[in-house]
């Protein structure tokens, strides 16, 4: 709230979706979409949109912070 920055890893935030203790969303096209977690056909866990396509990756697209 104070406006200071702060770094999760992408390990946490998966931890943290997954339990149940935090939601992530972004702003993409005007709209505010939640972060959820996406399993590779290889079992691996990573962060993903819910508006993303299986050919595209809206979290890849945002600015750097």
Same mark, same amino acid.
């Given at each position: 709230?104070?406006?200071?920055?702060?770094?999760?890893?992408?390990?946490?935030? =998966?931890?943290? =979706?997954?339990?149940?203790?935090?939601?992530?969303?972004?702003?993409?096209?005007?709209?505010?979409?939640?972060? =959820?977690?996406?399993?590779?056909?290889?079992?691996?866990?990573?962060?993903?949109?819910?508006?993303?396509?299986?050919?595209?990756?809206?979290?890849?697209?945002?600015?750097?912070?």
């Amino acid at each position: 709230s104070d406006g200071t920055r702060w770094f999760l890893s992408q390990e946490d935030a =998966i931890a943290g =979706i997954n339990t149940g203790k935090w939601d992530f969303y972004v702003f993409l096209g005007g709209y505010e979409v939640a972060v =959820i977690v996406g399993v590779s056909r290889f079992g691996n866990k990573y962060l993903r949109t819910r508006a993303d396509r299986e050919d595209e990756n809206n979290l890849l697209n945002l600015p750097e912070c």
